[in-house]
């Protein structure tokens, strides 16, 4: 790989490539176990991406959140979404002020807690569309637009939003559209039985770990370009892209995919693969992407991008299962 710029050359790339992995073993001190959603979220931080963490509560999704913020030294606001949020306490309002000099009035905008570098989405379901919304902007184009001006947001800006997957009552299902605009959707697991001791030992003593920061934001900014130019052939461009298409019901697709599909992922999913198969490389030291890397990351970028037929529930089918066996061919 190429320098990845002027001020990142080889020699600083590998400095900054020990500081992410000291990243994790910060993050570690105060987690147990999690070792793929921490992976996840900094595959989204290296990619410049958002990441959706689904799991039942007690899991840690908030403390490893800001726990990475903390190790990150980065701007952290967290918002707990509530059906009462409104779009305001999100992106900000206008107050109206007074100047002491001349005694004129005017609005000023004052920014809500969206202007940050990491933002904690809390159980973002929990709220209306109307307020989930007031997040696509900022998601997708890393700006706010208020009473006809555009506000840019901090450099680096990552939405982690939480979601519990079992709990209903209450509770509004992401649109499409905004559910796209998540890089990833990771689901988190219980732990096995050792790390669940290991948790207890942890959290019902009367020692608390510290953390330190290892890496900050303008360093990120650096590997996030040094992601971008990681290196990938063609072939395996073209491999992601059949992968795309497969999962798309058509008369050429899989017959899994025509059986329990009701549509499948569209271009961004692609472009989604290819950049976190970039991160996961440039992750374990690596400047090339080999298969393994798109096959690892895969799962975690299609899972929220595809939707399921009727048929799929009555025989038990996930879209777990079918990126699992769509990945069975991948590259061959």
């Known amino acids: 790989m190429k320098s990845a710029s002027s001020q990142l050359n080889e020699r600083n790339l590998h400095h900054h490539l020990a500081a992410l992995q000291s990243v994790k073993t910060e993050v570690q001190k105060v987690l147990v176990g999690q070792d793929h959603a921490i992976d996840s979220l900094l595959i989204a931080l290296l990619a410049g991406g958002h990441c959706l963490l689904e799991g039942v509560p007690g899991l840690a999704k908030t403390l490893m959140i800001s726990s990475l913020a903390q190790v990150l030294d980065l701007q952290f606001n967290r918002i707990q979404f509530t ?13 109206l002020e007074e100047d002491h000099t001349s005694g004129k009035r005017f609005f000023k905008f004052q ?45 680096p800006f990552f939405v982690l939003a939480t979601q519990n997957p079992i709990e209903q009552s209450g509770t509004y299902a992401l649109p499409e559209a905004q559910l796209d605009r998540f890089l990833l959707h990771v689901s988190i697991d219980y732990p096995n039985f050792n790390e669940e001791i290991e948790i207890i030992k942890r959290t019902t003593g009367d020692e608390f ?18 992601t971008r130019q ?54 374990n030291g690596c400047l090339s992407v080999k298969p393994s890397d798109i096959i690892k990351v895969a799962p ?13 529930q009555v025989e038990n089918k996930s879209i777990d299962d079918i990126v699992s066996e769509l990945l069975t061919s991948f590259n061959q």
Request: glycine share 4%; aromatic share 6%.
């Open 83 to 95: 059906p009462d949020l409104m779009p305001s306490d999100v992106i900000g309002t206008e107050i």
């Open 111 to 155: 920014q809500g807690p969206v202007f940050t570098n990491l933002l904690l989405a809390d159980e973002i379901n929990r709220t209306p569309p109307k307020t989930q919304a007031a997040l696509l902007e900022a998601m997708q184009e890393k700006k706010i637009s208020f009473a006809g001006k555009d506000y840019d947001l901090p450099k």
């Open 209 to 226: 770990a510290k953390l330190t920061t290892v890496l900050d934001h303008e360093s990120l900014l650096l590997l996030q370009k040094a």
């Open 230 to 283: 990681v290196f990938i052939e063609d072939s395996l461009v073209t491999a992601v892209i059949k992968l795309v298409r497969n999962t798309r019901p058509a008369s050429t697709a899989p017959d899994i995919v025509n059986r329990f599909l009701r549509w499948g992922a569209g271009p961004r999913a692609g472009q989604a693969i290819v950049l976190c198969a970039k991160a996961y490389a440039l992750l």
């Open 300 to 312: 975690n970028v299609l899972r929220h991008r595809l939707m399921l037929r009727f048929e799929a």
